[in-house]
């Protein structure tokens, strides 16, 4: 059993910056996939951004790349979104996930055993 709680969001102008913390229970956390999705009012939940168990392999969706930045610090059980250069399009709930894929880097939201309750993020134009 994994639990994640996320953190850190709120509201920022455009051109600011957040940063997302996930930290997570479990002694399996260390072999987990850990990724972030995001859900706007009125649409799917969508990829963001993932890192293999191994922190080898990163993903991100077109839209954040150059922006948003996904970490993970073993000791600590935690994995982090740093988000620059906000825009009003990335206003969203964020949601942490955690997958037990061992192939690959889950990008879709069923790849994903795990979920923390989400924290919101707005940015105003």
């Known amino acids: 059993q994994v639990q994640l709680v996320e953190s850190g969001g709120g509201l920022v102008q455009a051109g600011g910056s957040l940063r997302l913390s996930c930290a997570a229970s479990g002694r399996t956390f260390r072999s987990t996939n850990m990724g972030w999705f995001r859900q706007a009012p009125g649409k799917e939940r969508e990829f963001v951004t993932a890192i293999s168990w191994t922190g080898v392999n990163i993903y991100y969706v077109d839209s954040v790349k150059g922006r948003f930045t996904i970490s993970r610090d073993i000791a600590k059980n935690t994995v982090y979104l740093q988000m620059n250069s906000l825009k009003p399009e990335d206003t969203a709930v964020y949601y942490c996930?955690?997958?037990?894929?061992?192939?690959?880097?889950?990008?879709?939201?069923?790849?994903?055993?795990?979920w923390g309750q989400g924290t919101q993020v707005t940015v105003s134009s």
């Open positions: 996930g955690a997958s037990r894929k061992r192939s690959g880097v889950p990008r879709e939201v069923y790849e994903y055993d795990y």
